[in-house]
Antibody
Framework: EVQLVESGGGLVQPGRSLRLSCVTS????????VSWVRQAPGKGLEWIGF??????????EYAASVKDRVSISRDDSTSVAYVQMNSLRKEDTAVYYC?????????????WGQGTLVTVSS | QSALTQPASVSGSPGQSITISCTGT?????????VTWYQQHPGKAPKLMIY???RRPSGLSNRFSGSKSGNTASLTISGLQADDEADYYC???????????FGGGTKLTVL
């Protein structure tokens, strides 16, 4: 069974940083890309970034809205993905989902984690 | 404002069929056959329902179907059931540097 479990969310002050983790199991992590998607309370889904698998260079792409403040990484030896978020703002308050991406160049999620809530507030 | 336009809400009675539209542009829906649909129940993670416009994940009911014409994709749910009541989001691959766009979501109410 494919599983993705996010952790690392919580209450954080504006301007601070946070790193979220995504522990995966049930599939060969190294064969798939990972996208991170967030959802502000009561709002829709927003894609924030993607990391390719090593076969495609392990390179990253980011949404323009977060490009200068977000960094996605992966550790294929432990099947874990990360998203580092810097200079957090109140508008970054959201549930952050880690997702497995299907296909080699789609960026599109097939499996989703349960999400972790990040609240940015003083 | 979301990049893809969906109706805010749709409704139908059990057993009926409904269709949710998702309108984009020639840089996303109109250009790529990488359109996905997700179902999200309250407090839960989204679930993939349709990918690549009209393909269903293994094991998913054939009551769910997808299509596309020009810049508009559609999700049709036939034989509505109470458990179909949820939010539905479309998404599309898009030209760089956007890459992925979502619709604003459609709340389906089963009357």
């Amino acid at each position: 069974e494919v599983q993705l479990v996010e952790s690392g969310g919580g209450l954080v002050q504006p301007g601070r940083s946070l790193r979220l983790s995504c522990v995966t199991s049930g599939y060969t992590f190294g064969d798939y890309g990972v996208s991170w998607v967030r959802q502000a309370p009561g709002k829709g889904l927003e894609w924030i970034g993607f990391i390719r698998n090593k076969r495609y260079g392990g390179t990253t792409e980011y949404a323009a809205s977060v490009k200068d403040r977000v960094s996605i990484s992966r550790d294929d030896s432990t099947s874990v993905a990360y998203v580092q978020m810097n200079s957090l703002r109140k508008e970054d308050t959201a549930v952050y989902y880690c997702t497995r991406v299907y296909g080699s160049g789609t960026f599109m999620p097939d499996y989703w984690g349960q999400g972790t809530l990040v609240t940015v507030s003083s | 404002q979301s990049a893809l336009t969906q109706p805010a809400s749709v409704s139908g009675s059990p057993g009926q069929s409904i269709t949710i539209s998702c309108t984009g542009t020639s840089s996303d829906v109109g250009k790529y056959n990488i359109v996905t649909w997700y179902q999200q129940h309250p407090g839960k993670a989204p679930k993939l329902m349709i990918y690549e416009v009209n393909r269903r994940p293994s094991g998913l009911s054939n009551r769910f179907s997808g299509s596309k014409s020009g810049n508009t994709a559609s999700l049709t749910i036939s034989g509505l059931q109470a458990d179909d009541e949820a939010d539905y989001y479309c998404s599309s691959f898009a030209d760089s540097p956007t890459f992925v766009v979502f619709g604003g979501g459609t709340k389906l109410t089963v009357l």
